[in-house]
Structures are given as structure tokens and as C-alpha cells.
């Protein structure tokens, strides 16, 4: 079956430490690619997505991701993270032509001040 | 901005009481999506509905039950609850074609005691 990995499921990180999620998919075929995070009682919102064209995404808040297929992997990177970046982060993929999203379990991230 | 607004943000109910969860949307999507999220687990999909009056199984569709008589409206019914369905229940919405970005609601965390 599909399936979306994200490797850590709790980082801390030091505020100005650079970051990167690991995300990896499961699926052979044409895939479209998000990043969502949810802060502290904060709904889910999308962070960036890939659909095609440049394999590296920019997205809000200074955080980009690469999508690089070969490894299957979109993960997510940030040079310098602030407190506010404190929060959980989903990797999710959209597979072909079906309107399923499939998510990873999540990544949850603390900024130490 | 799209809205996606759900019924409560928080309930308590009783092992083995009906309970409705209500979704609305209001940017004419086509498709939604009923969600639980818990810890370590991420978002796992329940079931969801590209069309009024149409509805497909997600991953984890025993125990709950959907309705969808309108466009703008996603139900998600807990037919007799139990103490495994306390959880985060997510809605979110998407149109068909587009950037397919899920637009969430705020969430209702549902207690069954």
C-alpha cells in the first residue's frame, strides 16, 4: 500500500539551528507534494506544495523543500529556525489522479528560545 | 479566504450515543473530508465525498457514517460511540483540479467517556 514517512517524530532544535524533515512516499507514479503545519491550537495550513516544474519549493515563513524523485523524498528545510516555528509538521502526498491526500504521521518540532 | 467552520470544538459524550459532527464550507468545493488525528499517528483518513449525496471510504471508515445533502455541508456520524473514537476529528475541503490544497477546519475534540 501507499504510504508517506516522515523519519522524526520529535525534534528540538536551538533557536538560529538550521532544519530539515525527512519525507519519503511510497509510489512509483505521478505525485503532487505538501508540507502542512499545525501550530500550537491552530488548524492545519498548507506550508508549500509541489506539482511540477522547479524541484525546489519555496514556501511561507522562509521554508522551502526539494522534491528530488529518484529518492522519493520531499523533505523540508529551513537555514535558521525561530520559536515560532514551534509546531507539528505534516509531509503529504497526492497520488496520480485520485483526490486522496495520504499524510505522514508527523514531525513535532520545539525551538528552544 | 475560504472558511471551513465545524459544529463544536469541543464535546463530551457517552459510550453508545449517536453523535453528529457538522462541517461547512463556504468556497463551493467539491470534495470533502472527515479526519482523526492522534497522537503519533497523524491523519488518517475516515471517509470522504467528491459530490452531494456521494461518499467514499477512507482508511478507517468502521464505526462512523457520513451524509452529504448538500454541496456545502459534510457530516460525520458516530452511530454509537466508544471510548477508542475519542480523538481530533478534522474536516477540510478541496475542489476538484486546481492546486488540490486541503483547506481545514479548526477541529472538534470529541470525548467519549
Known amino acids: 500500500a501507499q504510504s508517506v514517512s516522515q523519519h522524526n517524530h520529535h525534534v528540538i532544535l536551538s533557536e538560529a539551528a538550521s532544519l530539515e524533515l525527512g519525507c519519503n512516499y511510497s509510489?512509483?507514479?505521478?505525485?503532487?507534494l505538501f508540507w502542512y503545519v499545525q501550530y500550537p491550537g491552530q488548524h492545519l495550513q498548507l506550508l508549500l506544495k509541489?506539482?511540477?516544474?522547479?524541484?525546489l519549493v519555496k514556501g511561507i515563513k522562509g521554508f522551502e523543500a526539494e522534491f528530488i524523485k529518484s529518492k522519493f523524498s520531499f523533505n523540508l528545510r529551513k537555514p535558521s529556525v525561530q520559536w515560532s516555528d514551534t509546531a507539528e509538521y505534516f509531509c503529504?502526498?497526492?497520488?496520480?489522479?485520485?483526490?486522496?491526500?495520504?499524510f505522514g504521521k508527523g514531525t513535532r518540532l520545539h525551538i528552544l528560545p | 479566504d475560504v472558511k471551513v467552520t465545524q459544529s463544536s470544538r469541543y464535546l463530551v459524550k457517552r459510550t453508545g450515543e449517536k453523535v453528529f459532527l457538522e462541517c461547512v464550507q463556504d468556497m463551493d468545493h467539491e470534495n470533502m473530508f472527515w479526519y482523526r488525528q492522534d497522537p503519533g499517528l497523524g491523519l488518517r483518513l475516515i471517509y470522504f465525498s467528491y459530490d452531494v449525496k456521494m461518499k467514499e471510504k477512507g482508511d478507517i471508515p468502521e464505526g462512523y457514517s457520513v451524509s452529504r445533502e448538500k454541496k456545502e455541508r459534510f457530516s460525520l456520524i458516530l452511530e454509537s460511540a466508544s471510548t477508542n473514537q475519542t480523538s481530533m476529528y478534522l474536516c477540510?475541503?478541496?475542489?476538484?483540479?486546481?492546486?488540490?490544497?486541503?483547506?481545514f477546519g479548526p477541529g472538534t475534540r470529541l470525548t467519549v467517556t
Open positions: 509541489y506539482f511540477s516544474g522547479d524541484p
Open positions: 503529504a502526498v497526492k497520488l496520480g489522479r485520485d483526490d486522496k491526500i495520504i
Open positions: 509510489y512509483g507514479g505521478t505525485v503532487n
Open positions: 477540510a475541503s478541496t475542489p476538484t483540479g486546481g492546486s488540490y490544497e486541503q483547506y
